[in-house]
Antibody, heavy 129, light 106 residues
Framework: QVQLVQSGAEAKKPGSSVKVSCKAS????????LSWVRQAPGQGLEWMGG????????NYAQRFQGRVTITADESTSTAYMDLSSLRSEDTAVYYC??????????????????????WGQGTLVTVSS | SYALTQPPSLSVSPGQTATITCSGD??????VCWYQQKPGQSPVLVIY???KRPSGIPERLSGSNSGNTATLTISGTQAMDEADYYC?????????FGTGTKVTVL
């Protein structure tokens, strides 16, 4: 059974950065993909990007390009999401989610048609001056 | 950018059928997933690849997808089905979620 445990709540100032961690247990960390999804208070879900640890390459949603960095450390089975230039609109709960159904061929992987089958408990990031 | 539209809310009586729609351009050409989220909890995958149920998801939840509309059907709705439901698909390598539907079991 896959379990994803995220780091605790963060309070940040506008313009700063935040790094949220997601430690996985169960299954083989390097063989599956992990995505980050956020949810602003009272709002819907938003996919930010994902990574396949065995390849180390990340895909990002265009609206977060240049501001988000997703990494993974296979030695500790931990994924990280780093979001910079924070603004008040980034106040949200950030979830990591194992991503099943990712298709890889010759080292190139596609998230298209994948699904989020296990989720972390969420990390609240509050951005306020 | 690609958009998925859901009705904001839906009320259903216990034992009745709830039908939640998700609309998007040529959505039938994509795989759709559905997630259930209860207050204060993380989302749970309830349908993937249009019609498949993960282990542990009751048979009363079913999905379909054709044309521009995907549908999540909850047959014999129970109080425990009261939650927010989100559809999700991929467009141009980007994950897109629907606007969400709040299902109330009266």
């Amino acid at each position: 059974q896959v379990q994803l445990v995220q780091s605790g709540a963060e309070a940040k100032k506008p313009g700063s950065s935040v790094k949220v961690s997601c430690k996985a247990s169960g299954g083989t960390f390097s063989s599956y993909a992990l995505s980050w999804v956020r949810q602003a208070p009272g709002q819907g879900l938003e996919w930010m990007g994902g990574i396949i640890p065995i390849y180390g390459t990340a895909n990002y949603a265009q609206r977060f390009q240049g501001r988000v960095t997703i990494t993974a450390d296979e030695s500790t089975s931990t994924a990280y999401m780093d979001l910079s230039s924070l603004r008040s609109e980034d106040t949200a709960v950030y979830y990591c989610a194992r991503t099943g159904g990712v298709r890889c061929r010759s080292g190139s992987c596609s998230f298209t048609d994948s699904y989020f089958d296990y989720w972390g408990q969420g990390t609240l990031v509050t951005v306020s001056s | 950018s690609y958009a998925l539209t859901q009705p904001p809310s839906l009320s259903v009586s216990p034992g009745q059928t709830a039908t939640i729609t998700c609309s998007g351009d040529k959505l039938g050409n994509k795989y759709v997933c559905w997630y259930q989220q209860k207050p204060g909890q993380s989302p749970v995958l309830v349908i993937y690849e249009d019609t498949k149920r993960p282990s542990g998801i009751p048979e009363r939840l079913s999905g379909s997808n054709s044309g521009n509309t995907a549908t999540l059907t909850i047959s014999g709705t129970q109080a425990m089905d009261e939650a927010d439901y989100y559809c999700q698909a991929w467009d141009s390598s980007t994950g897109v979620f629907g606007t969400g539907t709040k299902v109330t079991v009266l």
